[in-house]
Every structure is written in C-alpha cells, then in structure tokens.
C-alpha cells in the first residue's frame, strides 16, 4: 500500500484541479447570465406598443 501513495496524492490533485477548473467555468458563466439579465431587464423597463390587430375579422358561415 504504501507505494500507492504517490498515485493516490496525484489522483486528488488532479481531481482538485478538474473541479477547481469546473468551478471558475460556473463562476463566469454566473456573471454572464446576470449581465444578460440586467441588459434585458432593462428593455423590459420599457413600455410596449399596442398589440396589433392580426387582420380583419373571418365571416362565420
């Protein structure tokens, strides 16, 4: 067991960086939806026009 160790240590090490990695990307990807959601916030602030009609009425039979 003891000549494992050195497999064992590098296995966490590897996995530390992998999440650590994994971890920046959900970090960034947070920040970008929070700027998107700010910038459509903001166009949603707006007031709407007026739907429009979807053209004359169809005659029933």
Do not use: H, K, Q
Not at 42 to 51: F, G, I, V
């Amino acid at each position: 067991m003891p000549d494992n160790w050195s497999f064992v240590l590098a296995a966490y090490g590897l996995a530390a960086l992998v999440l650590g990695g994994y971890w920046r990307r959900l970090l960034r990807l947070e920040r970008e939806l929070v700027a998107l959601e700010r910038r459509r916030g903001a166009t949603r602030d707006e007031p709407r026009s007026a739907p429009t009609s979807p053209g004359p009425p169809i005659p029933r039979r």
